[in-house]
């Protein structure tokens, strides 16, 4: 999901600009002046900086999400092998002698509890997270993605935040 929306803006099609909207900025190179034009939809340098954050909280936040999930995974396979002891020693138990069934109903209940851990807490803040995280990429497509910028802006956020370009291909900008 947050792939497509960052290929759509870090992709976005160079646009010349040639109305005048609410924001301008002049800068001279060489013997010409340049007036940068920030129409809606084209990001201005500062709209570059706090989608280039974003973009990274939504990397750290899906690297979270994929942990938490391995977790769940091995949490799981926990759960599975307890069951399948447990098979193993109902089949072998002694009925006759208390201290091996109170052993086999104290292993039964560490295993209703794990289930009841997994599927009353995991999987719930699994869901809360993997919300979060789709919010975050909506927000995201919404203020950042199939936007338009100047190059000249991009490399100067690239260089203040001291970040390495994400893009797949060194152009997309104005």
Same mark, same amino acid.
């Given at each position: 999901?947050?792939? @497509? %929306?960052? $290929?759509? +803006?870090?992709?976005?099609?160079?646009?010349?600009?040639?109305?005048?909207?609410?924001?301008?900025?002049?800068?001279?190179? %060489?013997?010409?002046?340049? $007036?940068?034009?920030? #129409?809606?939809? /084209?990001?201005?340098?500062?709209? $570059?900086?706090?989608? +280039?954050?974003?973009?990274?909280?939504?990397?750290?936040?899906?690297?979270?999400?994929?942990?938490?999930?391995?977790? +769940?995974?091995?949490?799981? #396979?926990?759960?599975?092998?307890?069951?399948?002891?447990?098979?193993?020693?109902?089949?072998?138990?002694?009925?006759?002698?208390?201290?091996?069934?109170?052993?086999?109903?104290?292993?039964?209940?560490?295993?209703?509890?794990?289930?009841?851990?997994?599927?009353?807490? +995991?999987?719930? /803040?699994?869901? =809360?997270?993997?919300? =979060? @995280?789709?919010?975050?990429?909506?927000?995201?497509?919404?203020?950042?993605?199939?936007?338009?910028?100047?190059? #000249?802006?991009?490399?100067?956020?690239?260089? #203040?935040?001291?970040?390495?370009?994400?893009?797949?291909?060194?152009?997309?900008?104005?």
């Amino acid at each position: 999901m947050r792939t @497509l %929306g960052r $290929i759509l +803006m870090l992709g976005a099609a160079a646009t010349v600009l040639l109305a005048g909207p609410a924001m301008a900025q002049q800068t001279a190179t %060489g013997n010409a002046e340049v $007036i940068k034009v920030y #129409e809606q939809g /084209t990001l201005t340098p500062a709209d $570059i900086r706090a989608c +280039m954050r974003q973009d990274q909280r939504l990397v750290d936040q899906e690297k979270r999400l994929v942990a938490y999930q391995q977790s +769940m995974t091995t949490y799981r #396979e926990r759960i599975r092998a307890l069951e399948a002891d447990l098979d193993k020693r109902r089949k072998q138990i002694d009925g006759t002698d208390p201290a091996a069934v109170t052993e086999y109903n104290t292993r039964v209940e560490r295993h209703r509890t794990m289930i009841d851990t997994f599927n009353d807490e +995991m999987l719930p /803040t699994l869901d =809360q997270r993997r919300d =979060q @995280l789709n919010k975050l990429v909506s927000d995201y497509n919404a203020r950042c993605a199939d936007k338009s910028y100047f190059e #000249e802006d991009w490399q100067a956020a690239l260089a #203040e935040l001291g970040i390495a370009d994400p893009r797949p291909t060194k152009s997309g900008g104005k």
